[in-house]
């Protein structure tokens, strides 16, 4: 069946309720509204209020009520509205929910996924553009997930759902409805901590996620080079044999994502690969991200964001090298 973004994390978020009984929703707005962007529509109806729940404007109070949940044996799924909001509760995923399980030498796990949308490139109002993931993976004990279509993002979410530790699921707000893909209407998994090679090339690599996976792949068969584009899909753990056998593979290695481009992830990729393939690098291994400033009002994101110009610019770089 041919959905969007939405609509298989829709399908998803279904199939896990009715698998599991003790998975709860809960967010602003995301019952009889549907959620903002109507990602949890139809949800209230089918398995009730006591499932699906309304709460008030209080992120800190949303996530830690989900973290006492599934201390208490249930498996929420918690909704931040935009990842900008999610710093309120910036302490209870740092202090609680990433440290219980060594805090209580694995006796208390947190089984819970907090789903926010991120990332920009949709003209939104300051706080609702953030590209947070290099925050988030820097904290031992919390699995960060990033999928780049609605194929990833249905399969993502359900293993995520599996899972007896917290996981923050990134879904990028420009892919929600910018494409479908053919989605299974039934339960499948995608690994975690798998990634995902999205072509095969021989002239460079290009590594890649989230709203920069549509993007890398248009520029790439513009230009007709031969390019191994890699999809991370989990930031951390990052797919760190996936990586390097690419960076291997061609010699030449360009990292894009939209976060920051100070000590944002394509420098942790970009260290790995010094560190472990340094040998078989031909060129500078070359980093296309956003500006290290913060996210700029709706008129300027087109000038602050990777956009196709500078990847373009980018690639003819590398391949001068």
Known sequence: MQMNMV??????????????????????DIGKDGGVFRVTDGLLAKFGEDRVMDTPLAESAIIGTAIGMALAGM????????????????????NHASRYRSRTRS??????????????????????????EAFYSHIGGLIVVEPSGPYDAKGLLIKAAHMNDPVL?????????LFKQEVPETAYEIEIGKASKVSEGNDLTIITYGTMVPLVKSVVEKKKV?????????????????????????????????????????????????????????????????NSFPYPFPGYEQYYIPNEVKISKAIDKILSS
């Not at 909001?85 to 995923?93: D, I, K, R, T, V």
């Not at 796990?109 to 003209?123: E, W």
């Not at 291997?248 to 990729?269: D, N, R, W, Y």
């Open 107 to 132: 006796a208390l796990p947190v089984p819970m996924v907090v789903r926010t949308p991120v990332s920009g490139g949709v003209r939104t109002l300051e706080h609702h553009s953030e590209s947070p």
């Open 226 to 290: 031969s390019a191994e584009i890699l999809d991370l899909r989990t930031i951390n753990p990052l797919d760190e044999s996936a990586i390097i056998e690419a960076a291997k593979k061609t010699g030449k290695v360009m990292i894009v994502h939209e976060a920051e481009l100070s000590f944002g992830p394509g420098a942790e990729i970009a260290a790995r690969i010094a560190e472990k393939a340094i040998y078989d690098i031909e060129a500078p291994i070359l980093r296309v991200a956003s």
């Open 169 to 177: 699921f990134l879904e990028p707000t420009k892919l929600y409805r």
């Open 75 to 94: 498996h929420p799924i918690p909704e931040i509205q935009f990842a900008g909001f999610m710093y309120e509760g910036f302490a209870q995923l740092v």
């Open 7 to 28: 609509g298989a994390i829709n399908n998803a978020l279904e199939l896990i309720m009715k698998e599991n009984d003790k998975v709860v929703l809960l967010g602003e």
